[in-house]
């Protein structure tokens, strides 16, 4: 069983008010399922949340909810993606790198946003977000733990990662080091100290 944990408290009463609200502004209704979930949870996070299938895999940060944090708010985010994604979708859940798990508000199928591919307020981009489930009970069955990286994943990481030297670090770093009573390091003599 997937355990959801809750981010944000708020009372039944004032979760179903702002329901309303939302359903009576933007004229659809939030499927049962969901609306269920914003009863019960609201913002909240499942302790299992990567899915995976196939090549498509990513990680629900949370559900959406009713909260003040824009970030964490379905309405702030039904506001900032209406009309960038197909009319019969609504954003429900927050997922890395910016994109988003969405819900048909009709059926309840569940379908993974991806910016990159399907915001259609961006020029020439119409394809539909890819469906990951056909409701919220299966896509919560599917989720697992997120998966760790393997120990040769961590050796090239380490191998090939360099700390970026940019002009403005080196002056940052040089202003430090004037703090602390150093001379200051040329951009070379930067790069070999943290990159050597």
């Known amino acids: 069983?997937?355990?959801?944990?809750?981010?944000?408290?708020?009372?039944?009463?004032?979760?179903?008010?702002?329901?309303?609200?939302?359903?009576?502004d933007y004229a659809f209704e939030i499927p049962l399922e969901f609306k269920n979930l914003l009863l019960?949870?609201?913002?909240?996070?499942?302790?299992?949340?990567?899915?995976?299938?196939?090549?498509?895999?990513?990680?629900?940060?949370?559900?959406?909810?009713?909260?003040?944090?824009?970030?964490q708010s379905l309405l702030e985010s039904f506001k900032t993606y209406l009309n960038r994604m197909p009319e019969e979708i609504f954003p429900i859940g927050s997922v890395d790198g910016g994109d988003l798990l969405c819900m048909n508000k009709r059926s309840g199928?569940?379908?993974?946003?991806?910016?990159?591919?399907?915001?259609?307020?961006?020029?020439?981009?119409?394809k539909w977000p890819v469906m990951v489930a056909q409701n919220m009970g299966e896509y919560l069955n599917q989720l697992i733990l997120s998966e760790l990286p393997k120990q040769q994943e961590i050796e090239i990481a380490k191998r090939d990662s360099k700390v970026k030297i940019t002009p403005m670090s080196v002056k940052i770093r040089n202003e430090q080091r004037e703090q602390q009573g150093l001379h200051a390091l040329s951009f070379e003599e930067w790069e070999a100290l943290l990159n050597g």
């Open 1 to 24: 069983m997937n355990k959801l944990i809750t981010l944000v408290q708020l009372s039944k009463n004032s979760i179903l008010e702002k329901i309303k609200m939302i359903e009576i």
């Open 109 to 126: 199928e569940l379908y993974n946003w991806f910016h990159e591919e399907h915001d259609w307020g961006l020029e020439g981009i119409n």
């Open 40 to 71: 019960e949870y609201n913002v909240c996070k499942p302790s299992k949340s990567f899915y995976k299938n196939g090549k498509l895999q990513f990680n629900l940060n949370y559900f959406l909810g009713i909260t003040e944090d824009p970030n």
